[in-house]
């Protein structure tokens, strides 16, 4: 007897080749459970040089003329901004990883249309806060509050805001809505946006930034008030973390990957 679902495998391009990026398209051209990997764009082809089993696309119009069923974007926000519309609207679904992109209301807006119109479809992974099915329960059943907190070093924080002085970040120096510290921090708060787009948005999720030099790495907390019961998820800090890994965010596309094809879905 054929197992129908062995007789397609879905082709997927992947957006992007940094760390999670590089990570996804190797898993998929060793050909782990999930789709063919049919190649990659890449804004430095060189980089994929070490790995000639990856084909490399000059461009996403040429990825895009290759038909393919799915798009991972592992990019950037501005990517995202630029591209996801033009992805959906050409039917091909997207897995977006850059969400920092909601920050900004237009942008929100175009690609909530694309997506509502189709005929692509747009996903987004749990990522690094490994909440969004939670959220998604949470939501359906009636959610109070939501809450975020993400803690890291303050050096850390003061690296990626481009400021010298680190001691500014020591303690709680942000709260507000997610919307807002998206928008200072656009490349270090995809899993806040995440949660925030899988629960009560971006403006009414709230998040509190923290820089605590005894951390390590990092840390997220997530509080969910729902049906009148509190809900608590702690991740991190990791423990002797090397620099590759292990990293939940590449694990999460992965493993929604994979779910298109499974038999049986979690």
């Known amino acids: 007897m054929t197992d129908p679902l062995s007789e397609h495998r879905e082709t997927c391009v992947v957006l992007g080749y940094g760390r999670i990026g590089r990570r996804v398209a190797r898993a998929l051209a060793a050909g782990d459970n999930g789709p063919v990997l049919a190649g990659v764009v890449a804004r430095d082809a060189q980089a994929v040089a070490a790995d000639p089993a990856v084909r490399v696309f000059a461009d996403l119009d040429a990825a895009l003329a290759t038909a393919p069923d799915l798009i991972v974007e592992c990019a950037s926000p501005a990517t995202l901004a630029a591209a996801g519309s033009d992805i959906l ?61 993400q803690t890291y070093l303050p050096s850390h924080w003061a690296k990626i805001s481009g400021e010298t002085d680190a001691l500014q970040f020591t303690g709680s120096f942000f709260e507000g809505s997610v919307r807002a510290a998206a928008s200072r921090f656009p490349f270090n708060l995809n899993a806040a946006v995440g949660v925030a787009l899988a629960g009560l948005g971006l403006d009414d999720t709230t998040i509190e930034l923290v820089g605590d030099p005894a951390i390590g790495n990092m840390r997220y907390a997530l509080d969910i008030e729902s049906l009148g019961a509190p809900i608590r998820l702690d991740i991190g800090p990791y423990r002797d973390r090397p620099s590759e890994g292990p990293d939940h965010t590449a694990y999460s596309i992965l493993a929604m990957l994979a779910a298109r094809s499974d038999a049986i879905i979690f």
Request: proline share 7%.
């Open 89 to 149: 609207v050409a039917g091909v679904d997207l897995v977006a990883l850059s969400l920092t992109a909601f920050a900004d209301p237009a942008v929100e807006a175009r690609l909530r249309e694309a997506a509502d119109a189709g005929p692509g479809r747009l996903s987004i992974p749990s990522g690094a806060a490994a909440a969004l099915p939670l959220l998604r329960v949470a939501r359906k059943a009636g959610i109070e509050k939501v809450r975020f907190r």
